[in-house]
T-cell receptor
Framework: EPEVTQTPSHQVTQMGQEVILRCVPISNHLYFYWYRQILGQKVEFLVSFYNNEISEKSEIFDDQFSVERPDGSNFTLKIRSTKLEDSAMYFC???????????FGSGTRLTVV | EDQVTQSPEALRLQEGESSSLNCSYTVSGLRGLFWYRQDPGKGPEFLFTLYSAGEEKEKERLKATLTKKESFLHITAPKPEDSATYLCAVQAPRNTDKLIFGTGTRLQVFP
């Protein structure tokens, strides 16, 4: 069964450092998303991406965040200057044309120290 | 404001003891309601999408139903491997793709 692959599975970084979280969506999917889940809290929407541009973003997704699809397979989330409160699980997801059944990756646990 | 509330927060069942999880929602124009299963340290795993009141879907021991205000996930004769957190999410009007999640129900099934 096709999978969304995320790397790394766990990243520890110092406050103020830049991090890039990587995702390989399902190959024929067109819509890409990032969500995050702070420990013990809800899964929260960050951003959606379609046709090489952001289609929607949440209030959380401020100027410190950016997304990119640098080639035909990868989808990345960059946090420019990490804060302690950015510590969370970050999930990438993708969906196909006309499909509302998102497929999520296993997540990257980001720990900011 | 669009909102999703799940109950109970946690549920402990004996193997074979059937039960239901509830998801109440308040959205302006529901496009779809989703159920996911989440194992510890993993991403949500898609179970069902429901689109309109009265719709039902089944998969093995799970059955999801939808009304205009809530959805139920019925678990029939659960097994220990059904232990997980079950998440409900809604997708609201046409101009958004985002999912709004509830906090989930943590299910434990013991032998």
């Amino acid at each position: 069964e096709p999978e969304v692959t995320q790397t790394p599975s766990h990243q520890v970084t110092q406050m103020g450092q830049e991090v890039i979280l990587r995702c390989v969506p399902i190959s024929n999917h067109l819509y890409f998303y990032w969500y995050r889940q702070i420990l013990g809290q809800k899964v929260e929407f960050l951003v959606s991406f379609y046709n090489n541009e952001i289609s929607e973003k949440s209030e959380i997704f401020d100027d410190q965040f950016s997304v990119e699809r640098p080639d035909g397979s990868n989808f990345t989330l960059k946090i420019r200057s990490t804060k302690l409160e950015d510590s969370a699980m970050y999930f990438c997801a993708s969906s196909g044309q006309g499909s509302y059944g998102y497929t999520f990756g296993s997540g990257t646990r980001l720990t900011v120290v | 404001e669009d909102q999703v509330t799940q109950s109970p927060e946690a549920l402990r069942l004996q193997e074979g003891e059937s039960s239901s999880l509830n998801c109440s929602y308040t959205v302006s124009g529901l496009r779809g309601l989703f159920w996911y299963r989440q194992d510890p340290g993993k991403g949500p795993e898609f179970l069902f999408t429901l689109y309109s009141a009265g719709e039902e879907k089944e998969k093995e021991r799970l059955k999801a139903t939808l009304t205009k205000k809530e959805s139920f996930l019925h678990i029939t004769a659960p097994k220990p491997e059904d232990s997980a957190t079950y998440l409900c999410a809604v997708q609201a009007p046409r101009n958004t793709d985002k999912l709004i999640f509830g906090t989930g129900t943590r299910l434990q099934v013991f032998p």
